[in-house]
């Protein structure tokens, strides 16, 4: 069976739409689902005081996920469970074994809106597997997968050509260039900035080519833009089912960010290291 998606729930609107949208992405996928929702503080080695309390809390939040999710997906597998300590640290230990990693924008109550925020972020910035953060879901299909990319993008465009393909679903590769500060490009030497452009535009070309090769009945939409890789991606989010970036550094990368703050669908942030020219070359 394949690993199970893996879905946080506080209690809260958002983390109610997120549950929505990872039962249906596990029926998709034919994969179990596993709701979980991290409660209290560890202290001593025991759980704060009120665990007794937070327990039936606990208890309460999980079966309104589970009902929600089996209301929409009637039959799908569902497993629920009570994470204790902090929201990002407990995360990352139950998504050791997830394929999937879903959680909403925003949490419950200010408090609460803060540490799911902090969690976000905590785990955008190195999720333990592919995370996808909701935002808000289309009421149809869009039929679309968008993903920005650039010449050192592996994981990212591997993870958006799977799900383009498993949905059925067109490709728009997105591949924003901006020109270095204090190139010609600045100096108002057209010539040479648009053989710039199109420089960066062939590398991205060849960049896509591995993975259409592996996914032929992808239809691809190739978009290379002079300008910020955020406002791009935000733009086309509008009109897409998934948003897909890379998160390369140990801290949340300004495009992520942005892209995470602004998207009208829900964003994917896959975990991507980058590669050298030599693994690029073979594909």
């Known amino acids: 069976m394949n690993a199970h998606i893996l879905v946080a729930t506080d209690g809260s609107a958002p983390a109610a739409e997120a549950v929505r949208w990872a039962a249906a992405e596990a029926v998709r996928g034919s994969r179990p689902l596993r709701i979980v929702h991290v409660s209290g503080v560890w202290g001593y080695d025991r759980p704060a005081a009120g665990a007794a309390r937070q327990d039936e809390q606990s208890r309460s939040i999980l079966a ?9 997906e009637p039959g799908l597998s569902v497993a629920t469970a009570t994470a204790w300590g902090k929201v990002s640290a407990a995360l990352r230990r139950e998504a050791a074994y997830a394929s999937l990693l879903v959680l909403g924008r925003h949490g419950h109550g200010l408090t609460a809106a803060l540490r799911i925020g902090s969690a976000v972020r905590a785990l955008a910035a190195q999720p333990p597997c592919p995370l996808v953060v909701v935002a808000g879901a289309p009421a149809e299909p869009w039929g679309e997968v968008v ?3 650039d010449e050192q993008s592996r994981a990212d465009l591997a993870f958006a050509f799977a799900e383009a393909d498993r949905r059925g679903a067109r490709l728009r590769a997105i591949h924003a260039w ?17 053989e710039l452009f199109d ?15 592996r996914h032929p009945l992808v239809p691809v939409v190739e978009e290379a833009v002079c300008g910020g890789a955020v406002a791009a991606l935000t733009a086309a989010s509008a009109r897409a089912d998934l948003v897909v970036v ?22 994917a942030v896959v975990h991507a290291t980058p590669v050298p020219a030599a693994a690029r070359s073979q594909g």
């Open 64 to 72: 309104e996920a589970a009902r929600l999710a089996t209301a929409q």
């Open 147 to 149: 993903v920005g990319f």
């Open 178 to 194: 901006t020109p270095p500060v204090f190139s010609a490009f600045v100096g108002g030497d057209l010539s040479l900035s648009t």
């Open 199 to 213: 420089d960066a535009c062939a590398a991205a070309h060849e960049t896509l080519q591995p993975w259409r090769e």
């Open 246 to 267: 890379g998160s390369r550094k140990a801290m949340l990368g300004s495009v992520t960010s942005g892209v995470l703050h602004g998207a009208w669908c829900p964003v």
